[in-house]
């Protein structure tokens, strides 16, 4: 079964600072899409970035951007210039290219911007 | 176009009631999924259905949960007799059929709260 693993519950920054948010996730998969969702306060799942697995580049979307180690199965969010709206959850998913399309969901990491 | 809409948006039962929730997915999507979300947790997986089929529902309780996405109209997911551990956000998110990125798209939420 696949998991995914966030091991920092919580994370801080100073406003204008860059924070690297970790995720590791484990699969027998050779394909598959990482996503990172931010959860504000309003709840509302929000999709932050996308990752294909069978893409060497890293994906970058305006201030956001991961680091995809896909040997190591590591998917890290980089936040630059953060801003007091980034603070939020931030959830790590996993799910496969082909077959069950669920995703699965690490637990979290709480961001707290500092102006 | 509009997102994925839940109703309602906050829930109150008592103990031993029953709780419908409804989503109406995104326009064009024909793939629903469930997932629940207790306090301080990351979301789990609960149900996939396709319009009239359930696909996988290995993340539902075998007891009280059930879930529909009939022809026309809404997903229910529907909790019969309800206790205290089910108080939690319940998330419903479609997406496109199976063959694009696979990107799902979440609604706001229902906050069951059983009293």
């Known amino acids: 079964a696949q998991t995914v693993t966030q091991s920092q519950p919580e994370m801080s920054v100073q406003e204008a600072e860059t924070v690297t948010l970790s995720c590791t996730y484990d699969t027998s998969e050779s394909d598959y899409y990482l996503f990172w969702y931010k959860q504000p306060p309003s709840r509302q799942m929000i999709l932050v970035i996308r990752q294909e697995a069978y893409k060497q580049q890293n994906a970058t979307e305006n201030r956001f951007s991961v680091n995809f180690q896909k040997a190591a199965k590591s998917f890290s969010l980089k936040i630059s210039d953060s801003q007091l709206g980034d603070a939020a959850m931030y959830f790590c998913?996993?799910?496969?290219?082909?077959?069950?399309?669920?995703?699965?969901f690490g637990t979290g990491t709480r961001l707290t911007i500092i102006p | 176009n509009a997102g994925v809409m839940q109703n309602p948006r906050h829930l109150v039962r008592r103990r031993g009631q029953e709780a419908r929730l409804r989503c109406s997915p995104m326009?064009?999507?024909?793939?629903v999924y469930w997932y629940r979300q207790l306090p301080e947790e990351g979301l789990k997986f609960m149900v996939y259905l396709q319009k009239e089929n359930i696909i996988d529902e290995s993340g539902m309780p075998k007891e009280r949960f059930s879930a529909e996405f009939p022809k026309e109209g809404p997903s229910i997911l529907r909790i019969q007799q309800v206790v205290r551990g089910d108080s939690a956000a319940y998330f419903c998110?479609?997406?496109?059929?199976?063959?694009?990125?696979?990107?799902?798209?979440f609604g706001p939420g229902t906050r069951l709260t059983v009293t």
């Open positions: 998913a996993y799910r496969p290219i082909f077959g069950n399309e669920k995703l699965t």
């Open positions: 326009k064009g999507h024909s793939h």
């Open positions: 998110a479609s997406s496109q059929p199976t063959g694009s990125v696979g990107e799902q798209y």
